[in-house]
């Protein structure tokens, strides 16, 4: 016990190697237990949430807005998430490129992470990885993941404020002026989805791009089934107001709370 | 979930000739590895410190200055500064084959010349790389004493 202790403490603190470790076992463990303890001295840092397209510049944009709060002695932690490849379980995370700048200095702490199993952009994970970070006594947590269209959503439940980054008009991304009310343009929309179509399908992009939603498709049909249920025995919960507001004034933590809840709806964990 | 190996692919010093580390990046990628690319330029100091917040398993240099003979012991020497030797170096370039005994003397734990297939690589990496999950599960022993 001795040993959990010490390792807590050096979290607490913000000893970047307690730190780093700890996110791995965040990351890899279904176990809460630190956790837990380390819930007790979270919830003061503010989260933002930077997504947008490949490309967009979020990286860079993150850089930039780590440098100005450096400036404001603030400590930041820096979550870059990037997709996980669903075939072969692997990733490239190359988001420190853009930030190696930052990479030497004792107040910024950046970790890439990949998306695993989470299909939104935002790795399930994310959110544990930010109690780590947020428990280490940073000021702001900077999140980023990849989002396009509806995904965003996704990350705006774990941040405070949710940028989108837009990406610079060009040829991968035009820009086409139309009014659907005259049909002002709309043949021009036409020419751009079938010429994407063209190249997609010559690449062979369209058939891997398929492929990896019929992927999540079968897991979202499992993952809908078990989740309704849940959601229906949270709602329902008796006294969950209070329980929340326990929660948000670290009287509880979530993962006790979720545990119960698990437990009484039969799914064995 | 398993431990995926996680490695950081790092360009140091001046040598801008960073192909080959991006098709071993991908090539890691398609072996189910989580690879960190930092890019260009690197001190050994930004890497090893990377390294550590990143809690990788293994460093992979690629260096094709010549400077390798004052790299790879700089990063040797930085981790066990840091109490960070868990994390296995290993490299890759045009190393001259007296070099790369004197490196592995040192403790570079192992170096692919230049044609090195991937598999090769990879192969390697999957048989010598201890995934953090020995590491963590001797976290969770000890933490339920």
Redesign the interface.
């Known amino acids: 016990?001795k040993?959990?202790n010490k390792?807590l403490k050096d979290i607490l603190k913000g000893s970047?190697?307690a730190?780093?470790?700890a996110?791995?076992?965040v990351e890899?463990?279904?176990?809460y237990?630190?956790l837990k303890k380390l819930f007790r001295s979270s919830g003061k840092a503010y989260y933002v949430g930077i997504t947008g397209p490949p490309g967009a510049g979020k990286s860079t944009l993150v850089n930039a807005i780590a440098k100005l709060l450096l400036k404001k002695k603030k400590r930041i932690g820096i979550i870059a998430v990037d997709p996980?490849?669903p075939f072969?379980?692997?990733?490239?995370?190359?988001d420190?490129?853009r930030m190696?700048d930052l990479?030497?200095n004792k107040n910024v702490?950046?970790?890439?992470m990949?998306s695993?199993?989470s299909l939104g952009g935002l790795a399930q994970k994310t959110k544990d990885v930010a109690l780590v970070l947020d428990a280490a006594g940073m000021d702001y947590i900077l999140i980023e993941t990849i989002g396009v269209g509806q995904v965003e959503l996704d990350i705006a439940q774990v941040c405070d404020t949710t940028a989108v980054v837009g990406a610079v008009p060009g040829w991968s991304y035009p820009i086409i002026k139309t009014i659907a009310t005259t049909g002002d343009g709309v043949d021009q929309v036409v020419v751009r989805i079938e010429e994407h179509r063209r190249y997609l399908t010559r690449s062979g992009k369209l058939e891997s791009a398929r492929k990896e939603r019929l992927f999540s498709r079968i897991n979202e049909l499992i993952e809908e089934r078990i989740r309704a249920d849940l959601h229906k025995r949270l709602t329902t919960q008796p006294g969950l107001k209070k329980i929340i507001d326990d929660i948000y004034n670290r009287r509880r933590n979530p993962f006790d709370v979720a545990e119960k809840i698990l437990r009484n709806s039969g799914f064995v964990f | 979930m398993d431990k995926k190996i996680r490695v950081l692919v790092a360009k140091p010093g001046l040598d801008g000739h960073d192909r080959g580390a991006k098709v071993v990046a991908a090539a890691l990628r398609d072996a189910g590895m989580e690879v960190i690319y930092t890019g260009l330029h690197q001190s050994p100091e930004a890497i090893v410190e990377a390294a550590i917040q990143e809690d990788v398993d293994v460093i992979g240099l690629s260096i094709l200055s010549g400077a390798h003979m004052t790299i790879f012991p700089k990063v040797l020497e930085l981790l066990k500064k840091k109490r960070a030797q868990r994390i296995i170096v290993v490299g890759g370039g045009i190393i001259p084959a007296d070099d790369m005994k004197k490196l592995e003397k040192k403790g570079v734990k192992k170096l692919f010349g230049p044609g090195t297939p991937t598999t090769e690589i990879i192969k390697w990496l999957k048989e010598n790389v201890k995934t953090g999950k020995k590491r963590v599960k001797v976290q969770k022993k000890r933490r339920r004493k």
Do not use: E, H, Q, Y
């Open positions: 016990m040993s959990l390792f970047k190697p730190i780093a470790r996110i791995t076992i890899n463990d279904s176990d237990t630190l996980t490849s072969s379980g692997g990733a490239l995370l190359g420190r490129v190696t990479a030497l702490f950046i970790r890439s990949a695993r199993g």
